[in-house]
């Protein structure tokens, strides 16, 4: 018999029983250890509550500990009795524990027992925090929430050392103190002030680059708030409570990513798990994270412990958004009439009228084209619906053409009128016969490329490499799905997914589609009308799934497209053909350490340097035949009407291209 801390039902601190119970001898690969020092994590609080559910009633608490050895079981090599141990295992608040060979960590002789029990969970969180969630970088700008806490102080530490600026947040001016010493180049009080103003006035408005929040509940909306576009949201606690789900409009307003992530998912195999300690180990005998152990508890007194955590009494270690469309204003001249489509209510295909409309005059810095080609994308038929707002009604749609420089105003350079250029997703308004733009936001278009092939491919080709070389970087081996795979982005993703030495796995409604898919580079594609898209990943990764969904589907597919992925996968949701998602409940992604995020071109293309650069990629590509343009449908301007009614019944494949 030992004596172990006991949990008959979930509640209070008061539910923490010190009882004696039978632990019996280690078996095959297993080994018996008993404990020293056992460290107290916040996610024993959650278990005790109920908030995780543990395997069995009653049960153990406890997920970290150091101890010495004192039985081997058959078959356990590499470790002997009288070695001292440290683990992360359920089960540790108990005087002796059993636990598999293979998850007990050597602790260097150098290193104090009680130091390492009260690091060694919260260590190899942070490692997985700042080198692999999300890889902070000299130069970057974090925000952590609870910074003078055991996981946040060390996350301040790591991250400072990283070369970030690191900013806190905390509950008192003793924290306060604390968090400098810890490495925070900035402190927020955040019982005094707003923090997301605070962040807003620290950074000039830019925002950080990545939200560590183990707070949840009281701080996640604000968090959000902090974010400069394209940041990664990473929760990893919920101490005030879970939040509310999280619609994918949240995220796609600067295109961030949200992820809930969790040791095990970080650590699946030992040499993982050795590697993760190891760097943990070497940064505290270096140095770089310093220790400190506030508050010890002798451990049947374990409840008094969990009541101080859970009321901030302890500090440290214990034991989309809208685009406006760009209209020339002032100086409009009456004969200056050009046809253009025109949306005056929201509505089906039939809301778009075909009209005469003043044009203007050119200002200093634009330039005046006559489109040749105009690209259709299923975001018109978003604007077309009101799904997504426009500035102004009513508006001329469209987000992408191609045309000829007719005119320049003062001041532009580096253009000539007769020029062939091409633009996307600057404001709404190319579904016209001419346009007005600013000439910084057009790119040139080369004169190998068709201006046909030029307006079907430049939105979704930039749409396509930022999703493949930056929200996720696709690289050789891994295995992605597309939804929609013959549509106009998909075929381009499929395609240019492939070429990186992706296998590719493409979802269509129809066997015409499927053959499409196959020659776009699918190595797998599935007809999700005749057989469960799931399931069909399922067999065809032998269970494990693939490291990257890209949906452009949305409410139809969602749900599967999570179950499809691994541990740590990705979903790229770009578009939502079939609805708006539900909001997503972080357990949904905590299931499996998942990332989420609802991207949009806008927020990669900031600079002309990088529209620029984005588009000359595409079209280097089309030039080499890595991506094959395929428009199989054309229809004049006036009758976009119809462009859109048989792009919204999946009557078209490949891209559509409207000719004025």
């Not at 081997?72 to 141990?85: E, I, L």
């Not at 509505?347 to 005046?368: A, I, T």
């Not at 009101?386 to 320049?408: D, N, Q, R, W």
């Not at 589609?513 to 190595?523: I, L, N, P, R, S």
Request: proline content about 5%; some cysteine; overall charge neutral.
């Amino acid at each position: 018999m030992v004596k172990a801390i006991r949990v008959y039902e979930h509640g209070g601190p008061e539910v923490l029983k010190w009882e004696d119970v039978e632990l019996g001898e280690p078996r095959e690969g297993e080994i018996r250890v008993k404990n020293k020092v056992v460290g107290l994590n916040f996610i024993d609080v959650y278990f005790r509550k109920g908030v995780y559910k543990p395997a069995t009633m009653p049960f153990t608490p406890g997920a970290e500990a150091v101890g010495e050895v004192t039985a081997v079981g058959p078959g356990v090599t590499g470790t002997k009795v009288g070695d001292v141990v440290a683990f992360a295992q359920m089960g540790s608040y108990a005087e002796e524990q059993i636990i598999p060979a293979d998850k007990a960590i050597p602790v260097p002789p150098s290193l104090d027992p009680i130091i390492v029990a009260s690091f060694l969970t919260k260590g190899m969180t942070v490692q997985y925090l700042v080198r692999r969630t999300f890889k902070v970088e000299p130069g970057h700008t974090v925000l952590v929430h609870a910074a003078a806490g055991g996981t946040g102080s060390l996350l301040c530490q790591w991250a400072n050392a990283l070369g970030a600026t690191v900013i806190g947040t905390v509950s008192t001016k003793e924290k306060a103190a604390q968090a400098k010493e810890d490495g925070c180049h900035h402190v927020i009080l955040y019982t005094e002030e707003d923090f997301v103003a605070r962040v807003n006035e620290i950074t000039s408005g830019s925002g950080v680059e990545v939200v560590y929040d183990s707070v949840g509940k009281d701080t996640f909306q604000g968090s959000l708030a902090c974010l400069k576009p394209r940041g990664y949201m990473v929760s990893f606690g919920q101490s005030s409570g879970t939040p509310d789900p999280v619609p994918l409009s949240a995220l796609a307003a600067k295109s961030l990513f949200l992820t809930r992530p969790s040791l095990r998912f970080y650590t699946p195999t030992r040499d993982e798990l050795l590697k993760t300690a190891e760097e943990v180990f070497a940064n505290v005998a270096s140095g770089t994270l310093r220790v400190r152990v506030n508050h010890r508890y002798p451990l049947s007194q374990v409840a008094e412990a969990h009541a101080d955590l859970e009321n901030r009494r302890t500090s440290g270690l214990s034991g989309n958004s809208q685009r406006s469309e760009y209209r020339n204003r002032g100086r409009i001249t009456t004969e200056d009439m050009v046809k253009a489509i025109r949306v005056h209510q929201h509505g089906g295909p039939e809301v778009l009228k075909w009209e005469d409309v003043e044009l203007g005059e050119l200002k200093e810095g634009e330039m005046r084209i006559k489109n040749k080609a105009i690209g259709l994308n299923f975001l018109d038929v978003y604007y077309r619906k009101g799904v997504l707002k426009t500035a102004t009604m009513p508006f001329t749609p469209g987000y992408e053409a191609v045309g000829e420089v007719v005119a320049m105003g003062p001041g532009v350079t580096g253009r000539k009128v007769g020029d062939l250029v091409g633009y996307a997703y600057l404001s709404v308004g190319s579904y016209a016969e001419e346009q007005i733009l600013p000439a910084d936001l057009v790119v040139p278009i080369p004169p190998s490329i068709d201006p046909v092939f030029a307006a079907s491919i430049l939105l979704k080709g930039m749409t396509a490499q930022y999703l493949v070389r930056r929200t996720f970087k696709v690289e050789a081996g891994h295995i992605v799905l597309v939804h929609a795979a013959a549509g106009g982005t998909g075929s381009l993703l499929c395609q240019w997914a492939n070429a990186l030495g992706a296998t590719v796995i493409g979802t269509v409604s129809t066997k015409e589609k499927a053959a499409q898919a196959k020659e776009d580079g699918c190595h797998q594609v599935i007809l999700y009308k005749e057989e469960d898209f799931v399931s069909r990943v399922n067999e065809i990764t032998s269970g494990k799934g693939v490291e990257v969904v890209y949906d452009s589907v949305g409410k139809d597919t969602l749900q599967g497209s999570l179950a499809c992925l691994k541990p740590r996968g990705y979903l790229v949701n770009f578009g939502m053909a079939s609805g708006e998602p539900d909001p997503i409940p972080l357990s949904a992604l905590g299931a499996k350490s998942l990332m989420v995020t609802m991207t949009s071109m806008r927020h990669h293309i900031g600079t002309r340097e990088e529209l620029v650069e984005t588009a000359r990629e595409v079209f280097e590509k089309v030039a080499s035949g890595v991506l094959q343009v395929r428009v199989n449908h054309k229809y004049p301007l006036s009758q976009a009407a119809q462009a859109h009614a048989d792009l919204e019944n999946r009557r078209t494949s490949g891209s559509v291209v409207l000719i004025p």
